[in-house]
């Protein structure tokens, strides 16, 4: 288990279902709406925002990395 499904593991479970449908829009580039800041000091990293819960992902090479 790597430490992204460790994190996923320790989230409530109404957190849970929120990153799943987050996830869901970020993969398809639905971005339209969502709280999305590029990172300061950075080229590519972003931060996903939705209430308490926070993504950091980077896009390189029309790839997406969740960090």
Known sequence: MNK????????????????????????ARDF???NITKLKGQKDIYRLRHGKLRII?????DELLVL
Not at 4 to 17: N, R
């Open 4 to 27: 992204l499904q460790k994190a996923i593991a320790k989230l409530p479970k109404e957190h849970k279902a929120t990153f799943g449908l987050l996830m869901v829009r970020l993969l």
């Open 32 to 34: 339209l709406g969502l």
């Open 57 to 61: 992902f980077q896009i390189r090479n």
